[in-house]
């Protein structure tokens, strides 16, 4: 799922090329994306686009006479950004959108269609599409910190609760929770004085980081290799590779239709997290410690 990193690039890209501009016309190729009824998608038509945003994960198109297009790219969703008038993938896409200076393309891999396009009138209405999280890049450490206390769960579920935080999934809580050098399953409710400092610096720190990095990526041209695994990345997709700290091998932790990719050399202090699916397979034979991991792989240990 595209990210707050993510989507600031994406909001950089679409600026330049659709903010001044008139929107022709939206071409739906799924008739499943458009999850509004009022006003009517062609209420759109023709107006010029006065503000380009975000609220949470969601992108926000701002038109004239207060109408907004808010796009929920979910996890499998993308953008493309083509010469006007361009054709609609067969597959994968899912609508045009139709500008003077071009058009945007939505599409969505996979057979889930889960991406959605809201048209809204009103900041009110707008309002009543934002989770509520804070944005942690503005956030000072008080106003994180309260926000941290207000609930006591893990550390991967608080970070990625769109009600708490704003923008953070399951790659980036990875990322930042490493950089913390804190378990993602250490309860809020736990921390030391010292550890919500450090998450929250670690918070500010990666996502500042890597939208930079995407940015200096996408140079002028439009972001297309927008993606929750990249080769950079110290632990997310990282299963059974060495830490780049430590050297210790990532480690995976599958729960729901989640996963959280940890180290544990330098955020479980050595402990294995039990995976729920296996350990209940594996039982006893389940490696605590790195130390019996180690063992168990053959010609390591020795």
Same mark, same amino acid.
């Given at each position: 799922?595209?990210?707050?990193?993510?989507?600031?690039?994406?909001?950089? /890209?679409?600026?330049?090329?659709?903010?001044?501009?008139?929107?022709?016309? @939206?071409?739906?190729?799924?008739?499943?994306?458009?999850?509004?009824?009022?006003?009517?998608? *062609?209420?759109?038509?023709?107006?010029?686009?006065? #503000?380009?945003?975000?609220?949470?994960?969601?992108?926000?198109?701002?038109?004239?006479?207060?109408?907004?297009? @808010?796009?929920?790219?979910?996890?499998?969703?993308?953008?493309?950004?083509?010469?006007?008038?361009? @054709?609609?993938?067969?597959?994968?896409? +899912?609508?045009?959108?139709?500008?003077?200076?071009? &058009?945007?393309?939505? &599409?969505?891999?996979?057979?889930?269609?889960?991406?959605?396009?809201?048209? $809204?009138?009103?900041?009110?209405?707008?309002?009543?599409? *934002?989770?509520?999280?804070? #944005?942690?890049?503005?956030?000072?450490?008080?106003?994180? $910190?309260?926000?941290?206390?207000?609930?006591?769960?893990? +550390?991967?579920?608080?970070? &990625? *609760?769109?009600?708490?935080?704003?923008?953070?999934?399951? /790659?980036?809580?990875?990322?930042?929770?490493?950089?913390?050098?804190?378990?993602?399953?250490?309860?809020?409710?736990?921390?030391?004085?010292?550890?919500?400092?450090?998450?929250?610096?670690?918070?500010?720190?990666?996502?500042?980081?890597w939208t930079e990095r995407l940015r200096a990526e996408a140079g002028d041209g439009f972001p297309e290799k927008v993606t929750a695994f990249r080769p950079q990345m110290a632990v997310h997709g990282k299963h059974s590779e060495p830490c780049p700290?430590?050297?210790a091998p990532v480690q995976r932790l599958v729960y729901a239709q989640n996963e959280a990719n940890y180290c544990p050399g330098c955020q479980t202090d050595?402990?294995?997290?039990?995976?729920?699916?296996?350990?209940?397979?594996?039982?006893?034979?389940?490696?605590?410690?790195?130390?019996?991991?180690?063992?168990? @792989?053959?010609?390591?240990?020795?």
């Amino acid at each position: 799922m595209p990210e707050l990193p993510d989507l600031e690039v994406y909001l950089d /890209a679409l600026e330049p090329r659709i903010l001044g501009e008139k929107l022709l016309g @939206v071409r739906l190729a799924s008739p499943f994306l458009l999850r509004s009824v009022e006003p009517p998608l *062609d209420a759109a038509r023709g107006r010029r686009v006065v #503000d380009v945003g975000r609220l949470g994960k969601r992108i926000v198109i701002g038109l004239e006479e207060e109408l907004f297009l @808010v796009l929920h790219l979910m996890i499998a969703g993308r953008l493309r950004w083509r010469p006007a008038d361009a @054709v609609i993938p067969k597959r994968s896409g +899912l609508a045009a959108f139709d500008f003077t200076s071009g &058009t945007l393309l939505l &599409t969505e891999a996979g057979s889930k269609k889960r991406a959605s396009l809201h048209l $809204v009138h009103g900041e009110e209405a707008l309002a009543a599409h *934002d989770p509520g999280g804070i #944005d942690v890049l503005s956030a000072d450490l008080g106003r994180f $910190v309260a926000v941290l206390d207000r609930e006591n769960h893990t +550390l991967k579920r608080a970070l &990625t *609760d769109p009600q708490l935080f704003s923008g953070i999934g399951n /790659a980036y809580s990875d990322e930042i929770l490493h950089r913390a050098a804190l378990s993602p399953l250490k309860q809020t409710h736990r921390l030391s004085a010292d550890e919500k400092e450090r998450l929250h610096r670690a918070v500010r720190e990666v996502l500042a980081e890597w939208t930079e990095r995407l940015r200096a990526e996408a140079g002028d041209g439009f972001p297309e290799k927008v993606t929750a695994f990249r080769p950079q990345m110290a632990v997310h997709g990282k299963h059974s590779e060495p830490c780049p700290v430590c050297g210790a091998p990532v480690q995976r932790l599958v729960y729901a239709q989640n996963e959280a990719n940890y180290c544990p050399g330098c955020q479980t202090d050595g402990r294995i997290l039990a995976d729920r699916a296996l350990s209940r397979l594996l039982k006893a034979d389940w490696p605590r410690t790195l130390e019996e991991l180690e063992r168990r @792989v053959p010609g390591r240990g020795k």
